[in-house]
């Protein structure tokens, strides 16, 4: 039953039609902190016993809370209070509470709870409290929430997560003027709990952010938030339809870096599988398989957090598409240069050939290139003797030209000086020999002293190290 505002006489005709169609509770969602004028109504209101009137408990808003209508019994009465999560909408039902003592409103149950309970009574069903301090209807146990740092809830009473059914359709609506000028002889309202309230959107409406939508003009009339709350308790105890429950809080935070396990695993994989193209696919497949649980989850009963799992899933598979592969891929070009080489063992030519095939088909240039430069240090770096150095060049005959320009400037000179070290072995006099070692030398103090200049690259100052110790070698190779 909904209307902007009722005066004394149309809600005495009010009350006289519902009472004549016999339903089995009438919840006056109106605030009525003052006594009422009409004799009629006076009476009306005392002697109406499935009549549920409202209060309102105190708050940090109002101090002593709102007074309930005077000519209502005390046990007819429920407060009307929301409790409102920390981004203003309301996702909990506070079933009862101990009242405080400077309180206004003496009720210890919800409106809508009463109202439900005058409802069930025609099913024998009777509330009551377990050993653990759980309120219980029936067959139907309403676990108490537990103190959630992680959410900062204050757990005071008794609370349970809302279950809402559709923002349009959670119940037959009428207004007054309607009710009143239907036919006598229609019952509209037997056997049925009739909501009395206002929807009017004035200068201090009466709505409320829900689920549904936050805005002012997107929220939920009041007396249709109570009748959300109605319609959860009696199919949760007469049609057994599940509560929204969470889990402990030590698997909550099981469930949320879990799946940062699952988002690294899966971004790793690709990461190393070399099919980074696949990242942003995979996560927006593995974002929706998230949200998939999430929503059977739901309709099975279980409310599980959504956004920090999906937050630490991002956060852990964001990272690896950015990360370069590369590295893989060098060390997998090194064993295939070696695979080459180890294949065409005494024939240079052709695994020059095939290098450089290698070289130009290779879908990523970097690797391939540090790859080969890393095959021609180790080389040049495994000479400890003269005569390691003096055979070096014929090692190194598969490389390819031209060469990289990271080394075309510099593995040329190696290669020279290994010629002329093994030029100069190769003669017999000792004096002549000596002349052509000394030639090899100065070569790589220039070679060295040129690379100092470009000690900014990595590979420079390998190149340096290398030919200073070349240098060391063939003057005590005496």
């Known amino acids: 039953m909904i209307g902007a505002s009722i005066s004394e006489k149309s809600l005495d005709k009010l009350l006289v039609k519902l009472n004549q169609q016999k339903p089995r509770a009438i919840g006056l969602d109106i605030y009525r902190d003052f006594p009422a004028e009409d004799k009629n109504l006076i009476s009306r209101l005392k002697q109406t016993q499935k009549l549920i009137g409202i209060c309102k408990g105190s708050d940090t808003t109002n101090i002593q809370g709102i007074k309930p209508p005077p000519e209502i019994p005390i046990v007819n009465l ?122 009017a959107k004035g200068d201090f409406p009466d709505t409320w952010a829900t689920p549904y939508g936050s805005p002012l003009n997107e929220q939920m009339p009041g007396v249709l938030v109570q009748a959300q709350m109605v319609s959860q308790i009696l199919s949760t105890v007469l049609d057994n339809r599940p509560l929204i429950k969470i ?15 699952v988002g690294a695993s899966i971004s790793l994989g690709l990461w190393r599988l070399r099919f980074t193209q696949l990242s942003t696919p995979s996560i927006l497949i593995t974002m929706t398989c998230l949200a998939g649980i999430c929503y059977l989850a739901l309709m099975l009963g279980w409310w599980l957090p959504l956004i920090p799992a999906m937050v630490t899933l991002l956060s852990s598979m964001i990272p690896m598409p950015v990360v370069p592969s590369y590295p893989l891929d060098q060390l997998d070009f090194q064993r295939t240069l070696e695979l080459i080489i180890e294949a065409y063992d005494g024939n240079l030519a052709d695994a020059r050939v095939a290098v450089g095939y290698l070289i130009n088909s290779s879908p990523r240039k970097r690797p391939a290139i540090q790859g080969l430069i890393s095959v021609a240090m180790d080389a040049l770096n495994s000479c400890q003797t003269i005569e390691g150095i003096a055979t070096v060049a014929n090692q190194l005959a598969w490389i390819p030209s031209p060469l990289p320009k990271a080394i075309n400037s510099v593995l040329p000179l190696f290669l020279q000086i290994s010629q002329g070290v093994r030029t100069a072995l190769d003669v017999t006099p000792v004096v002549r020999q000596r002349e052509l070692l000394n030639e090899s030398i100065n070569a790589l103090r220039f070679l060295s002293a040129s690379l100092a200049s470009e000690s900014f690259s990595r590979e420079a100052a390998t190149f340096r190290s290398i030919a200073l110790d070349w240098i060391i070698i063939l003057i005590y190779s005496d």
């Open 78 to 199: 429920g407060f009307n209070d929301f409790v409102r999560d920390r981004d203003a909408v309301i996702r909990r039902y506070l079933l009862f509470m101990n009242p405080e003592v400077t309180s206004l409103c003496p009720a210890s149950y919800a409106f809508s709870l009463q109202l439900t309970f005058l409802y069930l009574q025609s099913f024998e069903i009777r509330p009551q409290f377990t050993r653990a301090g759980n309120f219980q209807l029936g067959n139907t146990v309403f676990e108490n929430f537990s103190p959630r740092s992680s959410y900062n809830i204050d757990p005071n009473g008794g609370q349970i997560l809302l279950n809402y059914r559709s923002s349009k359709y959670i119940a037959e609506q009428v207004t007054l003027t309607q009710f009143l000028s239907s036919p006598v002889n229609s019952s509209p309202a037997k056997d049925r709990i009739v909501l009395i309230g206002s929807v």
């Open 247 to 261: 889990l402990p809080e030590l698997m909550e935070w099981l469930w949320i870096f879990g799946w940062s396990t």
